[in-house]
């Protein structure tokens, strides 16, 4: 990880290069994160594999809900330099585009990182963030024909209500 | 019986277990886990079903020869278990006749070869404890198409009347609850209509 001021100064050489592509950062529990704009973070996650910084590895891309909270989704990518044994996450925070049905967007980094292209299908199928640009936009672990993005938090849990002697009387039905 | 070689989850541990030289289900005749459901007559489901693993499950079930039983292994095939949740089906007999509920989580190997020996009763023993009459499922016999040959009433256990003892099936059979034999309803009126005629016969003969 780069300490606290490391990361101000990559920040700062980020927002030199793209106008506005960090938007903040965040050091917690001696952990680095950028918060990208994700309108570039292509620039961003480009520019952070090359050298000289070298964060060649992307080990994971994961999606977050962070209902009641505005923006209420983020795409967080975790990279790594195997060299020096360095991490950096880069959050990504999209907004709600609202009831209509619109699902939040943000470019793919697949050409970047192959490897993300699993994982962004991950994200596509928990929680409907599409990918732009993704060479094969399918769910890949729910049905094909799953209905919902399952890890949102407005997503009901599911299952049967599970029938005890003390809650009997409140769930109905359960004699049918 | 064989067992399908076909584990779904943690209690299929426990279920290899089941054949070891420890518990040995040899003693049983359940030992031999086929590696063809055609060869296979007992599918024992271990571990959760998730409902991307139910048309696998089902086509598994489809493809054992008749007759063939189901053994719904620990708590989470029986009722969804801890995974109360949208991925996992909360009952394996939403999709498929289960004969016998092994509770546990996972259960240990006695309690799988007890409800091995439990399933060789119920088949040895009353008829009427049979699944087909407990799910009103007749006509989903091999090579019969349930819902071409008039459709079934898909029925929960206990919908059959109480007073009425005899199961309309898509044929023209019912079956006798007390037996668990098909009674062929057309051949039993032909039956009739013969020995009425040939009493008519003899009564004109007679007279």
Not at chain 1, 19 to 44: K, M, V
Not at chain 1, 48 to 54: A, F, N, T, V
Request: proline fraction near 8%; charge should be negative; hydrophobic fraction near 40%.
């Amino acid at each position: 990880m780069p300490d606290a001021p490391g990361l101000e100064l990559l920040a700062a050489e980020l927002n030199s290069r793209t106008e506005g592509s960090i938007l903040g950062t965040s050091y917690e529990h001696r952990q680095a994160a950028l918060i990208a704009d994700p309108d570039s973070i292509r620039e961003t996650l480009g520019f952070l594999g090359e050298q000289p910084h070298s964060y060649t590895f992307l080990s994971s891309v994961h999606a977050a809900d962070y209902l009641p909270r505005e923006p209420r989704f983020a795409v967080h990518y975790e990279l790594l330099n195997m060299a020096r044994v360095e991490r950096i996450r880069v959050k990504a925070l999209l907004a709600d585009p609202g009831p209509g049905g619109a699902l939040p967007e943000i470019d793919s980094v697949t050409d970047l990182f192959p490897t993300a292209e699993f994982q962004e299908r991950e994200a596509y199928d928990f929680f409907g963030i599409v990918f732009r640009g993704h060479p094969d936009p399918r769910r890949i672990l729910m049905p094909e024909d799953y209905v919902g993005w399952p890890q949102r938090r407005d997503f009901p849990i599911g299952g049967d209500p599970v029938i005890f002697t003390y809650d009997e009387d409140e769930v109905p039905g359960w004699t049918r | 019986m064989w067992p399908a070689t076909f584990g779904l989850a943690c209690c299929a541990i426990e279920m290899m277990a089941m054949v070891s030289a420890r518990y040995d289900a040899a003693r049983y005749g359940a030992e031999v886990f086929r590696a063809s459901p055609r060869q296979a007559d007992m599918l024992i489901l271990s571990g959760r079903v998730s409902i991307k693993m139910v048309p696998v499950v089902r086509r598994i079930y489809d493809q054992m020869l008749e007759p063939k039983w189901v053994i719904s292994m620990g708590a989470c095939s029986s009722s969804g278990g801890m995974f109360a949740n949208y991925a996992v089906v909360q009952g394996a007999d939403k999709f498929l006749p289960v004969d016998i509920h092994v509770p546990g989580c996972p259960p240990r190997p006695e309690a799988l070869i007890y409800g091995v020996l439990k399933l060789r009763d119920k088949i040895m023993g009353d008829p009427s404890l049979g699944w087909r009459e407990q799910y009103a499922a007749h006509g989903t016999e091999e090579g019969q198409r349930p819902w071409e040959a008039g459709g079934i009433e898909v029925g929960r256990a206990g919908s059959i009347p109480a007073d009425g003892r005899l199961v309309s099936t898509p044929g023209d059979g019912a079956v006798d609850m007390e037996s668990g034999r098909v009674v062929d309803l057309e051949a039993t009126a032909a039956d009739m209509a013969a020995s009425k005629s040939a009493a008519e016969a003899s009564e004109d003969s007679g007279a």
